[in-house]
């Protein structure tokens, strides 16, 4: 893997929110960070100054990240060709069968058959 510092990767550059502005470490518009736009020039000075002198420290990319698995940060979802994402619509019981579900469930509560958990990790005993 070559030096970011070296080979800095080529980014894409969003438009960013007023409140932001890109600042470049590098020549020719190299080693992209993203800083307030509301800073002096002074203090815009004394950050790129600051980031300048530890430029190797920072990640330039999810690749030179050490003891991060790009697998980790990333991930794809692998689709036919041509597929189209669609959503399901939400399942529902009908009224009558919503009531019939409801009064089988308390009929088993009534005959102890499980017990409700009051906690997230409590164990439900079962009959």
Same mark, same amino acid.
């Given at each position: !893997?070559? &030096?970011?510092?070296?080979?800095? +990767?080529?980014? $894409?550059? @969003?438009?960013?929110? $007023?409140?932001?502005?890109?600042?470049?470490?590098?020549? &020719?518009?190299?080693? /992209? #960070?993203?800083?307030?736009?509301?800073?002096? /020039? =002074?203090? =815009? $000075?004394? #950050?790129?100054? #600051?980031? @300048? $002198?530890? @430029?190797?420290?920072?990640?330039?990319s999810v690749a030179y990240l050490k003891g991060i698995s790009p697998s980790i940060c990333m991930h794809q979802i692998f689709c036919e060709d041509g597929a189209k994402p669609f959503r399901d619509?939400?399942?529902?019981? &009908? +009224? &009558? !069968?919503? =009531?019939?579900?409801?009064?089988?469930?308390? @009929?088993?509560?009534?005959?102890?058959?499980? /017990?409700?958990?009051? /906690?997230?990790?409590?164990?439900? +005993?079962?009959?």
């Open positions: !893997m070559l &030096n970011s510092i070296e080979s800095p +990767p080529v980014l $894409d550059r @969003k438009s960013l929110p $007023d409140s932001l502005k890109y600042a470049y470490l590098g020549p &020719n518009e190299t080693l /992209t #960070v993203i800083i307030a736009s509301c800073l002096t /020039t =002074e203090q =815009e $000075d004394k #950050v790129l100054a #600051v980031l @300048k $002198d530890h @430029k190797e420290a920072i990640g330039w619509t939400q399942r529902r019981l &009908n +009224p &009558n !069968m919503r =009531e019939v579900v409801k009064n089988e469930i308390v @009929k088993w509560l009534d005959a102890a058959l499980f /017990t409700l958990p009051l /906690t997230a990790n409590e164990l439900v +005993p079962l009959r």
